[in-house]
């Protein structure tokens, strides 16, 4: 990747308030193709509203957000959605249906940014849906109803549909939740693969800070008072400042494989 390359999203001076409280201040933070970060930080430290500010969904209190388009930045606020999501894809922490549809109907909806008004899904959007579902073990179950599925294969659907978006900047908010642990190292491998090696980037609100240090190449914690810390992975995760964010003792075990952290 050429330095010159601008991130595939920018946020600067970025503030975030809920009542009573600032929960991030003064946040300048970017991301580049080939990182995939790992978000961490105590419950209602900011995660997700941090995760819903970047995609858009939530404005905020101070700063600003510009988006990666063709080679250039522009604010996120004067993209329409649609030119939003052809950029961005966000997993939400939770998956919900309002209406009947099949597994593929479902995981169909992630073309929907490269539709035109009216416009049918071609035969490339249905191999590509499909193709998306296989790689999350679903391709068996296209045509179940929704409402049918368990929670694991609920959330392996939504997974799914992202990866059919085909953004290049993906932001996850808890992306293993009812997940076996079969199929958390299935998505964690799969995200991989999509930064690693086809110019992805990827932000992903994660409490399995075994999963992070595993496949994460850079961390940013938020620690829910207006403070954060960014940066590489072998560089800010340690059992120091993992027992500073949680205010909790955490140790460190090394060994072949890599490094784990458990609680003291």
């Known amino acids: 990747m050429s330095n010159s390359s601008p991130p595939l999203l920018k946020a600067s001076n970025?503030?975030?308030?809920?009542?009573?409280?600032?929960?991030?201040d003064k946040f300048d933070w970017q991301i580049q193709t080939g990182e995939m970060w790992a978000l961490i930080g105590r419950n209602g430290s900011g995660k997700t509203s941090l995760l819903h500010c970047l995609a858009g969904l939530r404005k905020a209190d101070c700063g600003f957000i510009e988006l990666e388009?063709?080679?250039?930045?522009?604010?996120?606020?004067?993209?329409?959605?649609?030119?939003?999501?052809?950029?961005?894809?966000?997993?939400?922490?939770h998956t919900s249906h309002s209406f009947e549809a099949t597994v593929l109907q479902m995981a169909l909806a992630g073309r929907h940014p490269h539709l035109g008004l009216w416009q049918r899904?071609?035969?490339?959007?249905?191999?590509?849906?499909r193709a998306a579902l296989k790689a999350m073990d679903l391709e068996a179950?296209?045509?179940?109803?929704?409402?049918?599925?368990s929670g694991g294969e609920n959330r392996r659907l939504a997974f799914a549909t992202m990866l059919a978006q085909q953004a290049r900047l993906l932001l996850l908010d808890e992306p293993s939740n009812h997940l076996d642990i079969g199929h958390q190292v299935q998505i964690m491998e799969k995200l991989r693969e999509l930064v690693l090696f086809q110019q992805h980037g990827a932000l992903i609100a994660i409490h399995d800070l075994n999963l992070a240090a595993r496949y994460c190449s850079h961390v940013l914690m938020l620690f829910?008072?207006?403070?954060?810390?960014?940066?590489r992975l072998d560089e800010v995760l340690s059992s120091e400042r993992l027992s500073q964010l949680y205010q909790h003792p955490?140790?460190?075990?090394i060994w072949d494989q890599g490094r784990y952290f458990l609680p003291g």
């Open 224 to 231: 829910g008072d207006g403070r954060y810390l960014a940066g």
């Open 141 to 149: 179950l296209e045509q179940r109803n929704i409402s049918s599925l």
């Open 69 to 93: 388009q063709q080679q250039q930045l522009l604010k996120l606020e004067l993209l329409s959605r649609k030119q939003i999501a052809l950029h961005l894809a966000l997993l939400q922490q």
């Open 14 to 24: 970025l503030q975030l308030n809920i009542p009573g409280r600032v929960l991030l």
């Open 121 to 129: 899904e071609s035969a490339h959007d249905y191999e590509v849906t």
């Open 250 to 253: 955490i140790e460190q075990l």
